[in-house]
Structures are given as C-alpha cells and as structure tokens.
C-alpha cells in the first residue's frame, strides 16, 4: 500500500523533493487512522457531540429542495464517511453506495466493523440506506427516480466489463468507473460533488461543488475540476491517492 501511494504522490508532484512525498504518504496514513477512528465514534452513538458547517449555502439548499434526482461524487479523502452523516443531519435524504467486502480472507471483525458503521450511519440519513453494489443497479435507479440523492466514491477505477468515464482529472482524462455518469444521465438527474474535512477536534466543514444537470457535456469534468481542486488543497489526506496509478489515460486523453 505504501508503494502504490507513493507512486500516486510521484503522479500528482513528479517534480517534487523526496521530503515532500515522504510527508504526504504519512499523512495519508495518519488520515486514515483518523477516519477509522470517526468511524467508531458514529458506532458509538456520538455523532451529536460533532459539529459542522456546509457552505457555500446554495449546495446545501440544492440537496434539500430536489425535482429530480442528485448523484453525488465524493473521494476516499479527510472525513468523507462523517460528510454522509452530516448531510442528513441537516436534513438531506441521502443514500449511498458501497461495495459488499466478499473475500474470505478479510477477517470477519473487518467485515463486522463495516455492517456497523454503515447500520449507525443510517440512523442519520432521514430514511436514506447505504446499499451494496452487488445487490444490483435496480435500488439506485429508484433512488433518484424518488429524487433523492445518492452518493457514490468518486476515485473507483473502472472494474473489468464495466461501464467506463473519462473526466479530466489530474492532468488528463482517465478511465475511472462510469456507473456514477451513466445512473445520473438515465434518470435525468443532475451531478455534484463535495469533500467533508475535519477542521479541528470535534470540527468539521462540508465544502459542496457546483450542482448541474448530468445530461450537460462538461457536468462530469466540472465535478472532478472540483474534486481535484479540494485534494490538492491537501492532498496528503486523499488516502485512495494509491488508486491513481491504476486509473489508466484515455484513449487520446
């Protein structure tokens, strides 16, 4: 892991000094750490002893008041699990995407911890689920025919046979996994991003991108502008910076 996130680093900063990208693959992991740790707070019931602000207002006003559908990118970065949580806290029916843990040689404690925080999560999501992937396209597409919104990771590499995207993201455009684009456009919904960093102890601020009907040309590359724009601001908490090696160049990028 540590390998891949640093060629992910050399990626972002080919120029840099070897210092920085030491510094960056720690924090990395140090964010992780972090992560993990909020994880077990929403476990435990303490999700009212966090505070956070959503600005600008107009993202916030645009999960809430919805005619259509709203599919929302958001990376493996700073406090993204605890971002959902606070979304329905101030009152968004939001649902998300995850992806069933199946291999057997992940212990079951692992797998265990995963069921819990996303149960607990959902105690603040107004009704909203988190779904596994595996149970099929069918729940997402009612999701935003419901106009609900639906948040789904943003820095998943397209899997084997399935559908594709090409925004341009850190340089150039690169293949990540298109079922996001395509769940948006099929529904006639619109697209929008947004990053949860932690600010201080207990603190937290959701800073959401700008919210555009997905069937636009430049939706997709107007939300990984964005999203690039807010990892760069401290990339070292990107801690699926490692999933960037395997995010290969369009054809022509």
């Not at 935003?144 to 943003?154: D, G, Q």
């Not at 601020?205 to 939300?223: F, K, Q, W």
């Not at 070292?236 to 995010?247: H, I, N, Q, T, Y």
């Amino acid at each position: 892991m540590a390998r891949l996130t640093y060629a992910g680093y050399r990626i972002l900063y080919p120029q840099a000094h070897e210092k920085y990208i030491r510094s960056l693959v720690r924090e990395r992991f140090e964010t992780e750490s972090r992560e993990e740790y909020e994880s077990r707070l929403i476990i435990a019931g303490r999700v009212p002893e966090l505070s956070c602000t959503i600005a600008p207002v107009a993202f916030l006003y645009s999960c809430l008041n919805r005619d259509r559908g709203l599919v929302l990118l958001t990376p493996h970065y700073d406090s993204f699990s605890l971002g959902v949580t606070f979304l329905g806290k101030a009152g968004v029916r939001i649902n998300a995407m995850s992806m069933a843990i199946v291999d057997e040689r992940v212990a079951l404690p692992v797998r265990d911890h995963f069921h819990k925080k996303y149960r607990a999560m959902e105690k603040w999501m107004n009704g909203g689920k988190i779904l596994d992937l595996e149970r099929g396209l069918r729940h997402f597409y009612e999701i935003l025919e419901r106009k609900e919104c639906l948040v789904i990771l943003a820095d998943v590499p397209p899997s084997p046979g399935g559908a594709v995207s090409t925004p341009f993201f850190f340089g150039m455009r690169r293949l990540v996994a298109g079922g996001p684009q395509r769940l948006a456009e099929r529904t006639g919904s619109d697209m929008g991003g947004f990053v949860c960093r932690h600010v201080s102890p207990g603190c937290y601020r959701i800073e959401g991108g700008p919210v555009l009907p997905a069937v636009e040309p430049n939706a997709l590359d107007v939300v990984y502008a964005f999203l690039e724009k807010a990892i760069r601001n401290a990339p070292g908490r990107w801690f699926a910076v490692d999933s960037l090696p395997k995010m290969s160049p369009a054809e022509g990028g």
